[in-house]
């Protein structure tokens, strides 16, 4: 069985089960694929589209054909040389309804329930209504409305009494019921059963509330403000093993060859999970069988700030390659674009465009609404550690919000890691710069509580307090901090003020920087060569099932960053010609001017290069999944909708203006000649960004669907069904990627490069997982739209040439507006790039590699001459060079360091 080379992430789900993956394994072994990469697989809510609403961690959902399907998929992949990679979520259950059955026994019993102390619950409110209750936000009214409207219904099954509401069901803890019960007595249309239900409610372990009360009232952990997920203390030993122990058996069966841990910055102690869930696989090694690796690596979702790097003592492979999902990107943008785009979105906006101020915005909004109960939580463990104290107890309950909101609001990653030996050295500049942040933020009597706050929060270790009482009250108050700021950081920047400010909205990704529009090449290297360093085998991706906008979408737009003087003038044009669609509100015009900006910028993005948009069907699909996207973006800037409470008028008129722009002929052909010119740019960009991704230092993981160009939105367009017969029968003609330039539009010319790179991964696999990461300078007048480096071994080396930033330098027929399907669009792509284009740029390489080398996308040989390539001639077949010179036994190895 082969090493962790590529992986291809699927999502399972009643739909696509483990039986209908057991299909395709043929065609993901032939395009190169070594594991496949699972969604969660443990049994999860019914009809889950994704499985992180997990029910029962003990077993295989049945919905996805149980443990005999995988089973049957484990064979499969084994057959053909290829493992299982599984994401699990050790976070979060799934609560409401009745399918947990955890959750179920502690509404039942409280306390007393042996699993009270799974879910993170506070049993000791200062509120005297849930003082040993829990806080069940589950109703769609307020509780008295509820409670006469007949909806609850007391019901009896199996001999144990419940209250059905909806799809909810509460259950009634036995010891409550002291006479024997009719139904009949607790009809709650009548005032009389109401009462009785309503004492008989106020004797269970639980509340039953409107649902608008869990921001402000819960008292048990959520996952970020969901309702429906509660936080599971996995960091207590037995919940540890409980919650584990299936997975465990998958992976001492040899079944599972390494896991993916969802949302580990949700965990109270990341790095004590981490370390403890490495100790425990370690200790399986022995029992996995023969013919399998015996190491199971250990990926985590985890989002790192621009300037953030992965801690390296928590024995893990690496993440899974959101930031370089941003590398990538940053790496496709002009920066000389980004003035005149913010000049752009200020014009038409009025807004500045500084997204960090964006950032700081939503982040108070978040403290202040969605995330308010987890806020005053934290708030009050910090006032119990200040009274605990006679030299701190005067510290206000109030002066502490204060601090602890501007430190929040200012909190430049998602958390630090303190424990009892304190904050490490790695997190000290972080919450150094939000100190500095809040500092100018808040009043001077408070700026003594934030220097509190930074002792108390890690600047001062735990382990150092004599007082036993106080380490506790120390260590509970950075656990709730740590929790906090990873939920307002994602709630804040992802799912606000990604959809609030759009200066070019291709960097508004999940785990995007969009602080810094570009990155210099030299900037990419650096990356390369610290990942090669600290994480060689972590995962490399560009697309997910949680980005918002698929890798192809902003490969596209990134070319606006090269012409932004031509974007800016037709914006001005669409906004013209779309005055009459405009509605003026009683909240103002729809839509708004920064949600009409952004909607141009998806438009063009989610264009793909074979769309029809006169054809009637194919344009309302088009538009129907626009719909979708726009109602979820509207509602996630919070600025004129919101999830907690809609504003159907301006949605619907939003709805209208997005259909009218594509309704309106002059406009249609407009836009579409706008899209065609993207066309080819974005499709090159594409090219780039797979190459990267398949020759860069680390494991490329790819998503299902999208060997094909992916112009997917976010979720639930971004899981929509995948045509894997058209994807097998393109890969069973094994065109070559020069080959299927000529009908690029289709995108298998993708599919095309990432089988040959794949391949050629199979065949070099110590190259790519251990070869050392050589940077190379261009030289040449057109040097700065080229990135290329060496990988190297001793016995072979790779070069890798692609271009950046080309809209200048394609043909001109090339980038115009070719019809799709018409014969001659893929003629002109054979000539993207001329080679007097590239005029005298050509590469330097060193001295001691030979001249003959072999291009690995079309077979051909290739000789060098002594004073370098051209580029011109490296890119005369296909846009993009990969070339592969195997060495001799005497030849000498280049090292990292050797001068180039």
Wanted: net charge negative; charged share 25%; with cysteine.
């Amino acid at each position: 069985m082969s090493e962790i080379l590529a992986t291809l992430r699927l999502q399972f789900h009643r739909d696509f089960t483990l039986n209908d993956a057991c299909r395709w394994v043929d065609y993901y072994a032939a395009l190169g694929i070594s594991h496949l990469y699972a969604s969660p697989l443990l049994a999860s809510r019914s009809g889950s589209a994704h499985g992180y609403d997990g029910i029962d961690p003990t077993r295989i959902d049945p919905e996805l054909g149980g443990e005999e399907a995988l089973e049957r998929l484990v064979k499969a992949l084994r057959e053909r040389g290829m493992g299982l990679i599984l994401d699990i979520v050790p976070n979060h259950l799934a609560v409401g309804g009745s399918e947990n059955p955890w959750w179920q026994e502690v509404l039942a019993h409280g306390p007393k329930s042996p699993y009270a102390d799974f879910f993170d619950i506070d049993w000791h409110s200062q509120d005297p209504t849930l003082t040993g209750k829990v806080l069940l936000p589950f109703l769609g009214a307020p509780y008295e409305e509820v409670l006469h409207s007949g909806e609850l219904v007391l019901r009896q099954d199996e001999g144990a009494w419940h209250v059905q509401y909806h799809e909810h069901q509460f259950p009634i803890d036995p010891e409550s019921l002291d006479t024997p019960t009719d139904p009949a007595a607790f009809d709650t249309t009548r005032p009389e059963g109401a009462r009785r239900l309503h004492e008989l409610l106020e004797r269970q372990h639980y509340r039953l509330a409107f649902w608008r009360t869990a921001s402000d009232e819960i008292n048990w952990r959520r996952f970020f403000d969901i309702t429906e997920l509660a936080g599971v203390r996995v960091e207590l030993d037995k919940v540890f093993i409980k919650t584990h122990e299936e997975i465990f058996e998958l992976v001492a069966k040899g079944w599972v060859d390494g896991l993916r841990i969802d949302h580990v910055d949700g965990l109270a102690d990341p790095k004590g999970y981490c370390r403890r869930l490495r100790e425990e696989l370690d200790a399986l090694e022995e029992r996995r069988p023969q013919g399998v690796p015996r190491q199971v690596p250990i990926y985590l979702e985890k989002i790192l700030a621009g300037d953030e790097s992965l801690h390296e003592d928590w024995g893990v492979a690496g993440t899974t390659g959101y930031e370089f999902m941003n590398q990538v990107s940053a790496l496709m943008h002009d920066p000389e674009g980004e003035a005149p785009l913010k000049a752009l979105w200020k014009e038409v906006t009025g807004r500045s465009g500084d997204f960090l101020a964006e950032v700081r915005q939503a982040r108070g909004e978040m403290l202040e609404i969605n995330l308010n109960s987890e806020f005053h939580g934290c708030a009050r463990a910090l006032s119990r550690l200040a009274k605990y104290r006679l030299e701190t107890r005067d510290i206000t309950l109030g002066a502490i919000e204060r601090a602890l909101h501007a430190l929040v609001v200012h909190f430049p990653v998602y958390r630090t890691y303190a424990d009892e030996r304190g904050r490490p050295l790695q997190d000290a500049p972080f919450f150094e710069r939000a100190l500095q942040g809040a500092w100018g933020d808040v009043n001077p009597p408070d700026r003594e509580v934030l220097k509190r706050l930074d002792d108390w929060l890690g600047g001062e270790a735990p382990e150092g307090c004599d007082d036993l009482g106080e380490r506790e009250l120390r260590l509970e108050a950075i656990q709730r901090f740590q929790q906090l700021t990873s939920p307002a950081a994602a709630k804040a920047v992802e799912d606000t003020a990604g959809y609030r400010s759009a200066v070019l909205i291709s960097r508004n990704d999940v785990g995007g920087d969009p602080e810094h529009f570009a990155h210099s090449p030299q900037t990419f290297h650096a990356a390369c060569r610290a990942r090669a360093s600290s994480f060689p085998h972590t995962m490399l991706t560009t697309a997910t099932h949680d980005h918002k906008r698929g890798e192809d979408v902003r490969a596209r737009l990134a070319a606006l960053s090269e012409q932004p003087w031509l974007f800016a003038e037709q914006v001005r044009q669409w906004r013209r010609m779309a005055a009459p669609l405009r509605e003026e509100l009683a909240s103002g015009l729809a839509p708004s001017s920064s949600d009409e900006l952004m909607l141009y910028q998806i438009l063009l993005g989610a264009w793909d290069p074979a769309l029809d948009i006169e054809d009637a069907a194919a344009r309302q699909t088009f538009l129907e999944r626009l719909a979708q996207w726009q109602e979820k973006a509207l509602r996630e800037a919070k600025l004129r909708t919101h999830w907690l409470w809609p504003d159907s008028q301006y949605e619907t008129a939003c709805r209208n203006f997005l259909f009218g722009l594509l309704e309106d002929p002059a406009l249609r052909s407009d836009l579409r000649e706008a899209a065609r010119a993207l066309d080819l740019p974005g499709a090159l960009n594409g090219l780039v960004q797979v190459t990267l991704r398949l020759t860069t230092p680390g494991v490329p993981d790819l998503y299902q669907g999208t060997e094909y160009w992916d112009h997917s939105l976010v979720d639930p367009d971004n899981r929509r069904p995948v045509d894997y017969a058209s994807r097998q029968a393109a890969l069973k003609e094994r065109e070559s990627p020069d080959a299927a330039l000529a009908h690029w539009r289709d995108g298998r010319v993708k599919q095309a490069l990432i089988a040959e790179l794949l391949a050629l991964r199979q065949r070099f696999p110590g190259l790519f997982l251990a070869g050392d990461y050589i940077p190379l300078e261009p030289q040449g007048t057109q040097a700065r739209h080229l990135l290329a480096f060496l990988r190297v071994t001793t016995t072979a080396t790779l070069l890798v040439v692609v271009p950046r930033q080309t809209t200048g330098l394609l043909e001109d027929e090339a980038s115009g507006a070719a019809a799709p399907g018409d014969a001659s669009s893929g003629a002109a792509a054979l000539t993207w790039m001329p080679a007097a284009r590239w005029e005298n740029t050509r590469l330097s390489l060193p001295g001691s590699l030979g001249q003959e080398w072999r291009n690995a996308l079309t077979g051909e040989k290739a000789n060098f001459a002594r004073e370098g390539p051209a580029v011109g001639e490296l890119l005369r077949a296909f846009p993009v060079g990969v070339f592969v010179q195997e060495a001799q036994q005497d030849d000498i190895a280049i090292t990292d360091d050797r001068e180039v």
